[in-house]
């Protein structure tokens, strides 16, 4: 997990914006500017690559805080070193 919550924190700065020490572990995706469903998906999606796990589709309804994913993440054996790190690049949500 070490490697994890770093991860996380630079995948959804590069796909907000936002800086990697804004988001919160616990608090909720939808108060988080620039977080919704798509961007929840484009980080498990980025997850699942990076750390070669599969994250079940039944945990989406869980996944509420950047707490949340980390722990779902550890969960399915995401949390050594990424197999290869993601260049994700900011985005714009439905662009």
Aim: net charge negative.
């Amino acid at each position: 997990m070490e490697a994890l919550e770093p991860f996380l924190r630079r995948v959804l700065a590069d796909l907000t914006g936002d800086p990697p020490e804004s988001f919160e572990l616990e608090e909720p995706f939808r108060r988080s500017a620039g977080i919704d469903s798509l961007v929840v998906l484009q980080v498990v999606a980025a997850v699942e690559e990076a750390f070669q796990v599969q994250i079940p589709d039944d945990s989406f309804e869980d996944l509420r805080t950047l707490g949340d994913l980390v722990r779902i993440a550890s969960a399915v054996g995401a949390g050594a070193e990424p197999a290869h790190p993601l260049p994700v690049g900011r985005r714009s949500v439905g662009g």
